[in-house]
């Protein structure tokens, strides 16, 4: 099947994307103390990855109505459910389960999205993924996550 190019497809839905997402993190964050770059607030990253999104996403959204690019493909419901249900998986067994297991379940949830997958590319991106998670958050960034049920 032929792709076809229009004045603002897949550019203009990610740029706006990037905007709302944005737009809404500095609303939600309206109120923390953002202070300054030798004082950081609790504000100071949301807001600074927020201020980030609107700019990222005003480039991509402008870059698209100047240039065109791929039309915009039907959102598969599939897709969509799969994402929320493995996110509800991890906000259900972070708790109890500790970061890896859950991270483990979380990733492996996500790839019955896509039907094709073997069951060896979904373990090995399982406990990479869980691994990654756990030198970054835990030894790297030092966030008290539990890692363990036991």
Known sequence: MQRTRTRA?????AGLMFIVLGALG????RGLVIGSAQEMGPGYAPALVCWGLLLVGA?????????GTEALEPVSARAVLGIA???????ATI?????????????AAACLIEPKLRWKEVVLLSV????????LFVFVLRIPFRTWPF
């Open 59 to 67: 480039l991509v959204l402008v870059r698209s109505v100047l240039r």
């Open 9 to 13: 497809g897949q550019g203009l839905g």
């Open 128 to 135: 990479g993924l869980s691994a990654g998670a756990l030198v």
């Open 95 to 107: 708790g109890s389960l500790g970061l890896v297991l859950a991270s483990l379940l979380t990733v």
């Open 85 to 91: 249900g493995a996110l509800g998986v991890f906000a």
């Open 26 to 29: 500095l609303w939600f964050g």
